[in-house]
């Protein structure tokens, strides 16, 4: 069909635009770092060109759903796509009620929804998807849609059934099997319950499953043991599905940044706002220099990351959503991974969580407690492809110079510092020789904190440290 793009699609994206744009159902199994947001978007003005829609619904997880909002739809919806685009929160101010309200004018507008996939597990927000599918010819997606992996889960339930009614259903993930192929199940069923040829979550994981039968504390209890028709399962996705890797993509550009955002708990933000005060009163009436600065911004940073040390020096731990942002993320990545972290607190636990998640030998480390032996193994282990570490975890400080990690092409800042050569020194150790795929960079941001502050910085390329005067910095506090 004829349509004007607003940004020049790659070639993978145009072939997934020709399998997918008039259909009902697509499912869009695209790398992270692919550009599948750019495809649904440009599918969606196609889709309302051709006066199919009128309506979307875009579903995302808390980390990623304001970047629709913020950057993706403005950066490549048509320019000729007049939109009305609201971004839902959970507390609903008198603006934002009035904002939602203009979704329900009768214009000819494209009249765009974006949600976080925590809201349909809420009253408020399950009426109102409800209220907005009913009023409009919408196109509903789920971005990330292992999120709705789950058959169990209040929000899969409640997706599943608005989008029964629904005309045209997009999914959209890099990786939609993260544990097994029975994660498949209810993300198929969203798009339509009888693509896959069952009609309930038992009989597909009995065709799929090994299934044995164990007797735990008296109760008789199927396990799943291994997986069998996996040729079968995988025929009967390609009819309505575009698979991509970044080893396909041979046009994409060399380096991709994303961000995924999060916010404070509210433990989080009432001791960062006592931590502020405290701050500000240090600072006020004195000379202020970088130095001094600096501390006291660090100090807010590492609430951000959700501890702190207290005035006995012991680390007291805050409520926070970092470390399952960064689960989210890691289950999205293909092949292996980078993490850096600026604490030393941060690195224990997120070696933890990876252990509990994808087993001991996932993850090797590279920070201050790792032996010099060690140091060398995890090199060894990351980067060879045959073997089962697939992430080392460590900090800029000790890991982000002259050690060589190309084994790996994603690289995820779970908290930043503010130094911009130990950023850039840190970017580079997969970007080197030997580097065959395009790579991907993500930073965990917390909205609203100096966190953000650092991160903008640090992708202009500023040296805080250096080039920030210390009263311009007392502004950030």
């Known amino acids: 069909m004829h349509y004007k793009f607003k940004t020049k699609p790659f070639a993978h994206q145009l072939k997934a635009l020709e399998m997918s744009w008039d259909k009902k159902v697509f499912a869009y199994f695209m790398e992270m770092g692919t550009g599948k947001s750019k495809v649904l978007i440009d599918n969606i003005s196609m889709l309302y060109d051709k006066g199919h829609i009128n309506g979307v619904l875009i579903v995302a ?11 993706e739809i403005p950066t490549h919806m048509a320019d000729h796509v007049e939109k009305t685009m609201v971004l839902w929160e959970a507390t609903i101010s008198k603006t934002k009620e009035k904002e939602l309200n203009n979704l329900f004018k009768s214009s000819d507008d494209l009249h765009i929804l974006i949600m976080n996939v925590e809201s349909f597990s809420t009253k408020k927000g ?13 196109l509903m997606a789920i971005d990330e849609s292992t999120t709705i992996k789950n058959p169990e889960a209040i929000r899969t339930k409640t997706i599943l059934n608005l989008g029964l009614n629904v005309k045209y259903k997009r999914i959209l993930t890099g990786s939609p099997v993260t544990k097994s192929p029975l994660d498949l199940f209810t993300q198929c069923y ?27 504390s008296g109760r008789m209890i199927h396990l799943v043991v291994g997986y069998r028709n996996l040729g079968e ?10 698979r991509v890797l970044k080893d396909d993509c041979l046009d994409l550009p060399p380096k991709t940044f994303m961000k995924r955002t999060i916010q404070l708990s509210l433990e989080q933000r009432k001791v960062y706002d006592q931590m502020k005060k405290m701050a500000l009163a240090v600072l006020n009436g004195k000379m202020v220099t970088t130095a001094t600065v ?29 470390l399952d ?10 092949g292996k991974a980078v993490i850096w972290a600026y604490y030393r607190y941060d690195i224990e636990i997120i070696v933890e969580a990876i252990k509990k998640r994808y087993g001991d030998n996932s993850v090797v480390t590279y920070y201050g407690d790792t032996s010099t032996d060690d140091r060398q193994k995890a090199i060894k282990l990351i980067q060879n492809p045959n073997s089962p570490v697939r992430f080392i975890v460590g900090t800029p400080q000790t890991g982000g110079y002259g050690i060589t990690l190309t084994g790996a092409s994603t690289m995820i800042y779970y908290s930043n510092g503010y130094d911009l050569e130990k950023r850039q020194q840190s970017e580079a150790r997969i970007d080197r020789i030997g580097q065959e795929k395009p790579m991907t960079y993500i930073d965990i941001i917390a909205e609203d904190t100096v966190d953000e502050k650092i991160v903008n910085a640090l992708r202009k390329k500023v040296d805080i440290a250096s080039k920030v005067m210390g009263e311009e910095l007392k502004a950030w506090i």
């Open 294 to 322: 600096l501390t006291q911004l660090m100090r807010l940073h590492q609430i951000t990351c959700g501890h702190f040390k207290s005035d006995d020096g012991d680390i007291q731990v805050l409520k926070n959503e970092r």
């Open 190 to 216: 969203f798009l339509d319950p009888w693509l896959l040829d069952h009609q309930s979550y038992y009989s597909f994981k009995t065709r799929y499953a090994v299934l044995k039968q164990v007797n735990i």
């Open 325 to 334: 942002e960064l689960l989210d993320v890691l289950d999205e990545v293909e």
């Open 233 to 242: 399962l995988s025929d009967k996705l390609k009819p309505f599905s575009y």
């Open 61 to 71: 997880p808390k980390g990623v759903y304001k970047n629709w909002f913020d950057s």
């Open 126 to 138: 399950k009426q109102f998807a409800e209220k907005f599918l009913s009023c409009h010819k919408t």
